[in-house]
């Protein structure tokens, strides 16, 4: 493979929201290219981008895959990126190393609350965007309808370079706004296309656009802005020379429209990246760290190599593969750099570039360009590698934090290391997800993104590793309180043989505000009881509040107070005056109206307007308290408080009740009082369990 220079790269993220068609897209620009005879399709299980067996079950994509092409002379490197939030972190490891976001848009299912979010992304990652409006072919698919409803959400200035002649079944021409023609594109799904000028009603149409275009660019650049006023219109090649500028302005945001499944409108596509598109020297300079925490600048042009990793893969009979993008410099097999976040040294070895799987091995990559490596030491997502001589840490993503969990359940004795291990690999590779042994829960907990990337941790784990596990619900962090004041005094004694036992605890609690712990103190007067022994009655006290009383969960919120009590001059002793405070607290808190506390997460659902009478509906029967509405663009955003205990596998029916254009996050909020007869379940739950665990 020949080498390129950064200005001849084209690197780009496809994302968009679940089922757009990125996967297919991605697909058919391979095929329009010649990367491959024939396009695959998704319900074989045979595109280039998702050959992973998780997605070929599912049919959607899980991981980001690295494709490239060649077109008018440019590399592209394209990262089509899964779609569904689970997986958002692929997403954003792809962004951070694009330059530009290609974010694809189903013409019927319309922008998506995942359309939102990698536009938001985009924008913070200070990325141009173009858009593609996908699957034209469809019966209801219409044009005017979906740009208004783009337009609405992204602004005015987001602007059809091509338009849909005959969308539907069918669809195989559009309007080239650039160009002024028609263009109709041949049925093979090969991508080839005939050009012929834009007549009658067309013509009027693409001549409007066009002069919007032209003001549009010469919007972009004064020199452009004084020539346009002076000649009223701009000649071609002027246009075509601020074109680039403007997306990168982002003056406008190019829109076009695409059959994937067809391969229609994409080699016009193609062309406008080729020649308009985003390179690494538009982004020459990026911001890195060297080792005494300072700020210093990486250019496109120093001749030192610094290397983004955005993303780790262990591969069957592989190894583990090391997606990098070079910011600067170069690099061959052999080259040893500094892995500045883990202070090692590695040795570059294989270098790769790919098609999904396929990879070719290169001898060497230059500046600006993308690919993989396989076996390096200890080199994780986000590290950055490069020359000894010029040590930088680059930016890393920050990943949003795990909030969906699960408990990880071993089916077969004996694997506890192995799924320990399989864990802390699976964790380096992708950094979105936690885990952790919970001895409070006494389970193994893991946190992700959604529950489709449980599963999928949850899979890799099974066929890697080759353990037995499976999900399950985890335990609810409940809590025992008291609503009223209790008072007990409890004698411990035990005078049969040997030495002998006693002492006697006198001790009346009350409640606390929320939140606010447990507090013991002691306020004896007199001699009754020595004060060496306080400190054994509070010992008792915690451990009685740490096993729980009512149902086995952690007692809070409570004031104890050791007032009074008896002892023996010779069985007094520290053991007797732990068992007694811990009997004593126990009394005092059964005497002082004990209640359950349950975790309370608040909940932010982003859902479009149409389904909020299911999805309110749904909330109310999960016991959720709505804390406030509000629209975003056209989504409607609703903050909620909803027990814990409802949440789980929130997001699956959430996709059911909404067909996937709904998501949400969650997070701990506080404890709150549980309702009667959910406590009574609870209490009972726990004595079961606690009986169980006597018995086992
Ligand atoms: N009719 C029609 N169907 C399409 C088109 N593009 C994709 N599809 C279908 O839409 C479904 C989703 O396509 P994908 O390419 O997997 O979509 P994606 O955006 O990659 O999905 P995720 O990566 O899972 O978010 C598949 O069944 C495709 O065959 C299109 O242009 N027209
Ligand atoms: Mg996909």
Same mark, same amino acid.
Request: proline share 4%.
């Given at each position: ?48 981008? +998702? ?77 141009? *965007? ?72 067309? *013509? ?33 090649? /002027? ?19 695409? =059959? ?21 020297? +538009? ?36 190894? /583990? ?9 170069? !690099? ?10 883990? &202070? ?33 030491? +200890? ?30 359940? #071993? ?102 505000? &929320? ?6 103190? /002691? #306020? ?77 997460? =608040? ?16 909330? #109310? ?34 996709? =059911? ?8 996050? /969650?997070?701990? =909020? ?6 009667? +007869?959910?406590?009574?379940? !609870? ?14």
């Amino acid at each position: 493979m020949k080498e390129y220079k950064p200005a001849d790269i084209r690197n780009f993220a496809v994302v968009g929201h679940a089922s757009s068609g990125k996967t297919m897209l991605t697909e058919a620009m391979l095929a329009c290219a010649g990367a491959i005879n024939r396009m695959g399709s998704i319900a074989a299980g045979t595109t280039v981008s +998702d050959y992973h067996d998780n997605e070929q079950q599912r049919q959607i994509s899980v991981s980001a895959s690295l494709m490239h092409l060649e077109w008018l002379g440019k590399k592209f490197n394209i990262l089509d990126c899964p779609g569904y939030a689970d997986f958002i972190s692929e997403g954003l490891g792809a962004l951070r190393v694009g330059d530009f976001a290609l974010i694809v848009i189903h013409a019927t299912h319309g922008v998506g609350v995942g359309t939102d979010a990698v536009w938001k992304y985009a924008t913070e990652f200070g990325i141009p *965007k173009m858009i593609v409006v996908n699957a034209f072919d469809k019966e209801e698919a219409d044009f005017d309808k979906i740009l208004a409803q783009i337009r609405e959400h992204f602004g005015e200035r987001v602007f059809p370079l091509t338009v849909p002649v005959n969308p539907g079944p069918g669809f195989n021409q559009v309007l080239d706004v650039p160009r002024d023609e028609i263009i109709t594109y041949s049925s093979d799904k090969g991508g080839k296309f005939t050009e012929a000028p834009a007549s009658g009603e067309w *013509k009027e149409k693409v001549d409007a656009l066009h002069k919007q275009l032209i003001e549009l660019v010469a919007e972009s650049d004064d020199s452009l802005m004084e020539k346009f006023f002076e000649k009223g219109g701009l000649s071609e090649e /002027e246009w075509r020379m601020g074109i680039h500028a403007a997306i990168q302005k982002q003056v406008f945001t190019p829109l076009f429209v695409t =059959s994937a499944e067809n391969d229609i409108g994409i080699a016009r596509l193609l062309d406008i990246i080729a020649k308009y598109g985003s390179s690494p020297v +538009d982004r020459q300079k990026i911001a890195g760290l060297n080792p005494d925490g300072k700020e210093i600048e990486i250019a496109l042009t120093d001749p030192e190599p610094a290397l983004y990793v955005f993303k780790t893969m262990s591969e069957a009979q592989f190894g /583990e593969l090391s997606f990098f993008r070079i910011y600067s410099g170069s !690099v061959k097999f052999g080259t040893e750099l500094y892995n500045t976040d883990r &202070r090692s040294t590695e040795k570059i070895g294989q270098i790769y570039v790919l098609n999904g799987k396929t990879r070719i091995s290169v001898p060497g990559l230059g500046a600006g360009d993308i690919g993989a490596v396989v076996k390096l030491k +200890d080199t994780h997502t986000g590290n950055t590698l490069c020359s000894p001589k010029r040590p930088v840490s680059l930016a890393k993503v920050k990943y949003p934090h795990p909030n969906i969990h699960a408990a990880l359940k #071993s089916a077969a004795k004996g694997e506890e290391d192995k799924v320990a291990s399989g864990l802390a690999a699976l964790h380096h590779e992708d950094p979105t997800f936690l885990y952790a042994v919970d001895g409070e829960l006494k389970q193994t907990i893991l946190s992700a993104q959604g529950e489709l990337h449980l599963e999928v941790i949850a899979d890799r784990l099974r066929k890697r590793y080759n353990v037995h596990v499976d999900l399950a619900e985890p335990r609810v962090r409940y809590r025992e309180t008291i609503k009223g004041r209790g008072e007990a005094k409890h004698r411990h004694k035990k005078q049969t043989g040997g030495a002998g036992q006693f002492a006697e605890v006198w001790m009346r609690i009350e409640p606390k505000p &929320r939140d606010s712990g447990l507090d013991f103190k /002691e #306020s004896l007067s007199g001699q009754n009881v020595d004060r060496v022994f306080v400190p054994s009655v509070e010992k008792g006290v915690h451990r009685a509040a740490e096993e729980g009383i009512l149902a086995g969960y952690r007692v809070v919120d409570l004031k104890v107070d050791f007032y009074d009590g008896k002892m023996h001059p010779v069985d007094s002793k520290d053991i007797a005056f732990q068992i007694a405070g811990y009997f004593a607290f126990k009394e005092c808190f059964m005497a002082a109206k004990p209640c359950l506390l349950e975790p309370i997460h =608040s909940v932010d659902i982003r859902i479009p307007e149409d389904c909020m009478g299911k999805v309110m509906g749904d909330l #109310s029967s999960r016991r959720g308290k709505i804390q406030g509405m509000d629209m975003e663009g056209s989504f409607q955003l609703i903050k909620a408080h909803v027990p814990a205990k409802e949440l789980y596998r929130y997001s699956s029916t959430l996709r =059911s009740l909404t067909g996937g254009r709904g998501v949400h996050g /969650e997070e701990f =909020s506080h404890y709150e009082e549980m309702p009667r +007869d959910q406590e009574h379940k !609870v209490i009972e739950e726990g004595k079961k369990h606690h009986q169980k665990s006597h018995e086992d």
